[in-house]
Each structure stands twice: as structure tokens, then as C-alpha cells.
């Protein structure tokens, strides 16, 4: 994404031309040699607060993920694998084990259906949370006057 963007510094307004977005590209960016070095030193500190912060979100994230998965197989084990048929037919005619073998059929077919059903409803869920907490932050830096870009 390419922007024309004016950034204000203590030596006064520097208009850089169409550039990426610098928080993208860490290489790209030339340092301003007439900026103060504690100023340099503070928004360093500020980029690592939240570059940590987003890796702890991340984190927050990937352990929520994984405690679900693991409640879910405590609550849900794995169905019990069918009985060999020769413990199942033992003394039943023909026709009992063709219903039988139906039923089985159809059991484990429900059985994967509702895990697909339930794997595309969290898939869903998590992944409207990100888009919409991705707004809130930008509707956040908006209101405080986070950012200024020049289109």
C-alpha cells in the first residue's frame, strides 16, 4: 500500500512522498539525524511495548484455542470403535446384520457430520473476532488522533 504522508518532528513537518506503510517495512526507514536521541530512544520503546503486546495477544489466543480443543476431547472422547463382526453376528441371521451394519453406518455418518458442523461454527466465530477487534482498534486510533495520513 503506497501513501503520501506528512510526519511532524521536532525540526518541523517532513512531507515523505508516496512510501509503504512504515510500520510494515522496519529496513525502509532512513533515521532523522536531527532528531533528538531520547526521542529516538522513546518511540523504540514504544514500538517494543507493542510489538510485545501484540505477541501476547497472540499468545492469549493460541492458549484459548488449545484449552478449547482439549475441553472438547475430555467431553466429547472419540465414539468407541465398532465391534468385529464376529462378535456382533454370533447367532443373528443375515438380515439382522444388514440393519445392523446400517445402523452403524449411519451413526458414524451423523457422528462426523456435527464435528464438521461444529469445526465450521468455531472457524466462523473466531475468525469475526479478529476483523472486528482489528476496527475497534483503528476506530480507537482515530479517536485519539493516533495516526495522520495524507491520501
Known amino acids: 500500500m503506497s501513501v503520501a504522508i506528512s510526519v511532524d518532528t ?5 512531507s515523505v512522498g508516496p512510501r509503504n506503510i512504515f510500520a510494515q517495512k522496519r529496513g525502509d526507514i532512513a533515521p532523522c539525524r536531527t532528531c533528538p536521541l531520547d526521542l529516538t530512544i ?3 520503546e514504544h ?3 507493542l510489538s ?6 497472540q499468545k492469549r489466543k493460541r492458549e484459548m484455542l488449545e484449552d478449547m480443543r482439549r475441553k472438547k476431547v ?7 470403535p465398532p465391534p468385529p463382526q464376529e462378535e456382533v453376528a454370533g447367532d443373528v441371521d443375515a438380515e439382522e446384520r444388514d ?7 449411519e451413526s458414524l455418518q451423523t457422528d462426523e457430520i456435527e464435528e464438521k458442523k461444529s469445526k465450521t461454527e468455531n472457524y466462523e466465530f473466531f475468525q469475526a473476532c479478529p476483523d472486528s477487534l482489528q476496527s475497534y482498534e483503528l476506530e480507537q486510533k ?7 495520513l495524507l491520501l
Not at 521536532?10 to 517532513?14: H, I
Not at 475430555?74 to 468407541?80: E, G, I, L
Request: hydrophobic share 30%.
Open 52 to 57: 510485545l503486546e501484540r505477541e501476547s495477544k
Open 142 to 148: 482515530k479517536a485519539s488522533g493516533g495516526f495522520k
Open 99 to 105: 440393519l445392523l451394519d446400517q445402523a452403524i453406518k
Open 42 to 44: 522513546e518511540m523504540q
Open 74 to 80: 475430555r467431553n466429547n472422547p472419540p465414539p468407541p
Open 47 to 49: 514500538l517494543n511495548e
Open 10 to 14: 521536532p525540526c518541523g513537518v517532513v
